[in-house]
């Protein structure tokens, strides 16, 4: 699959960036989000999509051969603050062209309003959405 999303995101700083609709649209067209958050962040709330993959980022370099390489990859995060350097990983692992960095991450995945599945019996707190850390239960 080479260079899939060029004219379908904005490049820089070596990567493709997608914005939460871009991706949804992607999404819907058979692209695939790797959710790269710690597993205790990806038990709350989750991308609503087909084919979500969950491959916590320092567990990345040890899980890419199970990773699919003929269909788009959208890394996603939080926030979009560790995301990028994961796609740079599968980058120089030989994803060139198929993979892609989603821009603020679930955040602003759930504030352009696309669709979540919340278990709210894994809530977080914390103040920021880069700081979350698991509640403790009473």
């Not at 914005?19 to 949804?24: G, I, M, N, Y």
């Not at 969950?54 to 788009?72: A, V």
Request: hydrophobic share 35%; with cysteine; net charge negative.
């Amino acid at each position: 699959m080479e260079n899939y999303f060029e004219g379908k995101a904005n490049y820089s700083n070596g990567i493709y960036n997608l914005s939460p609709l871009q991706a949804h649209k992607l999404c819907l067209e058979g692209a695939i989000i790797v959710d790269v958050r710690e597993e205790y962040l990806n038990r709350f709330k989750i991308f609503d999509v087909p084919g979500l993959i969950f491959c916590p980022k320092k567990r990345l370099t040890e899980f890419i051969d199970k990773l699919p390489t003929d269909k788009p990859l959208i890394i996603a995060d939080a926030s979009g603050i560790h995301s990028p350097e994961a796609v740079k990983t599968l980058l120089e692992n030989g994803f060139s062209g198929n993979c892609a960095n989603l821009s603020g991450g679930l955040v602003d995945w759930e504030h352009s309003g696309l669709p979540v599945v919340i278990n709210y019996d894994e809530r977080l707190s914390g103040q920021c959405a880069c700081q979350l850390r698991p509640r403790e239960k009473k």
